[in-house]
């Protein structure tokens, strides 16, 4: 094997170099909310989850100050300004994130499709040998790939890195979706705490962290009983967290 052919494997064969650019790929695709749950849908959903959170939290420790109810929604509307651009600015500088990811493998890919097509070539035999393609057809399709650059270029990106490259989405789709859950969320605390002062904003917390974990574990396609135990035993950790040490420092400190 040449010294050039070393270098762009790396001391593998052409298999190996796939494994390592599929890894490579996922790496690159990966979201906060995983592979498998499309962007938008994972931005709202996150969204929803991080406002309820932060809501029963702020609500939990202004209680305990013995804030006034009328207070706490009036410091909720201040909030939601300053908490939307947050969760929206935040969706969008991820997925701007993740498209630079793919357009420096596009770049990678495409400069090595123009200065090593001989390893590329092996790459393309060895992706189709794993397909079950041999002897004139496998080279058949070799040569039509490698006859158009942009062609390869996309097959190289989907098949050797596993891309795909449609799901992709533009960072404002992400934050438009992330917007529309911090405002369905806020709608829905506030109006709980309207129509039930006492008990209303946790049935409507409850009410939102299950439908958001029945959605997830749906498209993500995992247990559901245990998504429901994992998150509603953080959120009730940290709700109690919170509600102790409150007390504690009202009782020691703050004496109020």
Known sequence: ??????????????????????????????????????????????????????????????????????????????????????SAGRSAFLGWLRLQRLNRLITEE??????????????????????????????????VLMADDNRLLQVMLEEEMGLTLSAFEHPLKHALFSLVGVV????????????????????????MVTVTIIMSSRKEKTELMSSLVWLIGIFGISIASVYFISQILNIFIFKL
């Open 1 to 86: 094997m040449s010294d050039n052919f070393a270098d762009h494997f790396k001391g593998k064969d052409a298999l190996g170099h796939v494994i390592d650019a599929r890894v490579k790929g996922r790496l690159a695709a990966s979201e906060s909310h995983g592979l498998e749950i499309p962007g938008h849908v994972g931005e709202l959903l996150y969204s929803i989850k991080e406002t309820t959170a932060i809501l029963l939290l702020l609500w939990i420790s202004m209680q305990t100050m013995k804030i006034p109810t009328s207070q706490i929604l009036h410091i909720y509307i201040f909030l939601f300004f300053g908490w939307i651009v947050w």
């Open 184 to 207: 369905v969320t806020f709608l829905a605390i506030c109006g709980s705490i309207i129509l039930l002062p006492t008990y209303g904003i946790y049935i409507a917390g409850a009410l």
């Open 110 to 143: 495409k400069w090595e499709i123009e200065h090593h097509r001989d390893q590329e070539k092996q790459e393309l035999e060895a992706l189709y040998k794993a397909k079950g393609f041999s002897g004139k057809l496998l080279q058949d399709v070799v040569e």
